[in-house]
């Protein structure tokens, strides 16, 4: 008899199983090592793989196609999916997703209700936080800390920020003519 579960993503129960180190659910589509943590309230479905010493926790979600390895920690109820990928010593936590193409690496760092789409790339020791959206084909490196608040309507006046080498910059949107 196979084992089934429904991990509310709209294609109802699927085989899975509970992985050998953490308890949490994977489906049989996945590749996840015995050496990665999945804990007993994540979940890894659909094409998603976890390699290494990679560690999802928390009610975090990692599907689609996405890649999760090395010593790179997934938790809290982030989400990582698309064709993403977070790697090294990366953090991503809170209620943060990372998608579509982005990679995560380094030690950086996405948290908070932040967004991480696209080509992006976030790698070295950035910090990225707040309700911040970090989209197209953005690179953030270095010691580079990202924040403050975006939304999706553009005539809002929230600011976004970034603080590179000791110095704040505010972000400011110039339209060509």
Same mark, same amino acid.
């Given at each position: 008899?196979?084992?089934?579960?429904? *991990?509310?993503?709209?294609?109802?129960?699927?085989?899975?199983?509970?992985? *050998?180190?953490?308890?949490? $659910?994977?489906?049989?589509?996945?590749?996840?090592?015995?050496?990665?943590?999945?804990?007993?309230?994540?979940?890894?479905?659909?094409?998603?793989?976890?390699?290494?010493?990679?560690?999802?926790?928390?009610?975090?979600?990692?599907?689609?196609?996405?890649?999760?390895?090395?010593?790179?920690?997934?938790?809290?109820?982030?989400?990582?999916?698309?064709?993403?990928?977070?790697?090294?010593?990366?953090?991503?936590?809170?209620?943060? $997703?990372?998608?579509?193409?982005?990679?995560?690496?380094?030690?950086?760092?996405?948290?908070?209700?932040?967004?991480?789409?696209?080509?992006?790339?976030?790698?070295?020791?950035?910090? #990225? *936080?707040?309700?911040?959206? #970090?989209?197209?084909?953005?690179?953030?490196?270095?010691?580079?800390?990202?924040?403050?608040?975006?939304?999706?309507?553009?005539?809002?006046?929230?600011?976004? *920020?970034?603080?590179?080498?000791?110095?704040?910059?505010?972000? #400011?949107?110039?339209?060509?003519?």
């Amino acid at each position: 008899m196979t084992t089934t579960f429904d *991990f509310n993503d709209g294609n109802g129960p699927v085989p899975a199983h509970k992985h *050998f180190n953490g308890g949490g $659910w994977i489906a049989n589509t996945t590749t996840v090592v015995d050496t990665a943590y999945v804990g007993p309230d994540a979940r890894v479905y659909d094409n998603a793989e976890v390699y290494a010493n990679a560690m999802i926790y928390g009610e975090a979600k990692v599907h689609g196609n996405a890649i999760v390895y090395d010593n790179a920690m997934i938790y809290g109820k982030a989400n990582v999916h698309g064709n993403a990928m977070v790697y090294g010593k990366a953090r991503v936590y809170g209620n943060a $997703w990372v998608y579509g193409k982005a990679r995560v690496s380094g030690k950086a760092r996405v948290s908070g209700n932040t967004m991480v789409s696209g080509n992006t790339m976030v790698f070295g020791n950035t910090m #990225v *936080f707040g309700n911040t959206m #970090v989209f197209g084909n953005a690179i953030a490196y270095a010691k580079a800390m990202i924040y403050g608040k975006a939304t999706e309507k553009p005539d809002t006046n929230e600011d976004i *920020f970034i603080k590179m080498n000791g110095k704040r910059y505010k972000l #400011v949107e110039v339209e060509k003519s």
